[in-house]
Structure formats: structure tokens, C-alpha cells
């Protein structure tokens, strides 16, 4: 099947006339006369009045970009921005000794809550390398077991963190 380029002109038997505006890797866009913007699959039956000859970019540069992003997220130690929440931004984390003639030590809780994200970072990290090490099965399951676990401990941490889809996650109950 050869692709039709961009400004190719078709008849369609339930849109009519158009124009194809953008092709991805499953549909043509195309602008009817009567009907406005629609997308149909690529092997869609229709009838070409005028093939345009265009180069194709079979992949839309969102899917591209939509795909890369996958692709570092998963497989290298590059992080992703994540934010603290508002009402703890410029805060400090107070850890009192129990023997009052000890002094006290502060800590920015930004610099906590970094330290914090540095750890589910490198736990990813090291969820993505036993999967895809030469371990057995057993044993991959075991170590992520492990992982999930240290989630879990970490979940108490979730009240520092603006999105809540970036919250440590332990073992969920059935």
C-alpha cells in the first residue's frame, strides 16, 4: 500500500470530498468540504481523485516525542521534574533529640524532599535493571518484592509531593 502525501484529494463515500492535512502511523487526516476534520484509517476504503507525491511523515512529532519520553523514563537514570507541595516550598525540617541538651538540627525540606525523590530514582533504576537482567523469573520476583516493600515504607513521605501521581506507591491490597 503506498501511502498518500499531504494536499492529496479524496472522494469518501460517507465524508465526500477532502483533502489529506496530516498522515500518522495509523490514520490520514483530512479536511472535508462538507463534513469538517476527520481521521480515517490508512487502508479505509475511498477514492483518490489527485495523489500528492509529498514525502510522508508516517509519525506524528508528538508520537515521537510521546514515545522518547517512554523510552528515557524507563531505561535511564534521567529524572523527571517533580514539585514539592506549595505549602511546604521555603519550610525546614526540625529533628529534635530527645535529650533536650542536644541541639537540634535543621534541614531546608527541600533538600529533604530531593534527597527523598534521589531515592524512588535510583529504586526505579533498580526496578528497570533486574528486569531486564538474566536473573530467573523467581528471582526477579523476589528483589521486587523488595522494591515494592521500600515503596511502601516511603509512602509516609507523600504528604511532601504536589501531584499525587508521583506519590510513592507500596503493595496494594486485592
Same mark, same amino acid.
Given at each position: 500500500?503506498? =501511502? =498518500?502525501?499531504?494536499?492529496?484529494?479524496?472522494?469518501?463515500?460517507?465524508?465526500?470530498?477532502?483533502?489529506?492535512?496530516?498522515? !500518522?502511523?495509523?490514520?490520514?487526516?483530512?479536511? %472535508?468540504?462538507?463534513?469538517?476534520l476527520?481521521?480515517?484509517?490508512?487502508? @479505509? @476504503? %475511498?477514492?483518490?481523485?489527485? +495523489? @500528492?507525491?509529498?514525502?510522508?511523515?508516517?509519525?506524528?512529532?508528538?508520537?515521537?516525542?510521546?514515545?522518547?519520553?517512554?523510552?528515557?523514563?524507563?531505561?535511564?537514570?534521567?529524572?523527571e521534574?517533580?514539585?514539592? +507541595?506549595?505549602?511546604?516550598?521555603?519550610g525546614?525540617?526540625?529533628?529534635?533529640?530527645g535529650?533536650?541538651?542536644?541541639?537540634?538540627?535543621? =534541614?531546608?525540606?527541600?533538600? %529533604?524532599?530531593?534527597?527523598? !525523590?534521589?531515592?524512588?530514582?535510583? =529504586?526505579?533504576?533498580?526496578?528497570?535493571?533486574?528486569?531486564?537482567?538474566n536473573?530467573?523469573e523467581?528471582?526477579?520476583?523476589?528483589?521486587?518484592?523488595y522494591? !515494592?516493600?521500600?515503596?511502601?515504607?516511603? !509512602?509516609?513521605f507523600?504528604?511532601?509531593?504536589?501531584?499525587?501521581?508521583?506519590? %510513592?506507591?507500596?503493595?496494594?491490597?486485592?
Amino acid at each position: 500500500m503506498k =501511502l =498518500l502525501g499531504i494536499g492529496s484529494r479524496i472522494n469518501h463515500s460517507e465524508y465526500g470530498k477532502g483533502v489529506v492535512t496530516n498522515v !500518522t502511523s495509523k490514520h490520514y487526516w483530512v479536511t %472535508f468540504i462538507d463534513n469538517g476534520l476527520e481521521t480515517i484509517d490508512l487502508d @479505509a @476504503a %475511498f477514492e483518490v481523485i489527485e +495523489a @500528492a507525491e509529498d514525502e510522508v511523515d508516517t509519525i506524528s512529532f508528538y508520537e515521537v516525542e510521546r514515545s522518547l519520553k517512554s523510552i528515557l523514563k524507563n531505561w535511564s537514570d534521567v529524572s523527571e521534574v517533580v514539585s514539592i +507541595a506549595d505549602k511546604w516550598k521555603g519550610g525546614k525540617l526540625i529533628m529534635e533529640p530527645g535529650d533536650s541538651n542536644l541541639k537540634p538540627n535543621e =534541614l531546608p525540606i527541600d533538600t %529533604f524532599f530531593r534527597k527523598i !525523590t534521589m531515592v524512588r530514582d535510583r =529504586l526505579r533504576v533498580m526496578e528497570q535493571k533486574i528486569n531486564s537482567s538474566n536473573l530467573e523469573e523467581q528471582e526477579k520476583i523476589d528483589l521486587q518484592q523488595y522494591i !515494592t516493600r521500600s515503596y511502601g515504607s516511603l !509512602t509516609s513521605f507523600n504528604v511532601l509531593f504536589k501531584l499525587k501521581s508521583q506519590q %510513592f506507591v507500596g503493595q496494594r491490597s486485592k
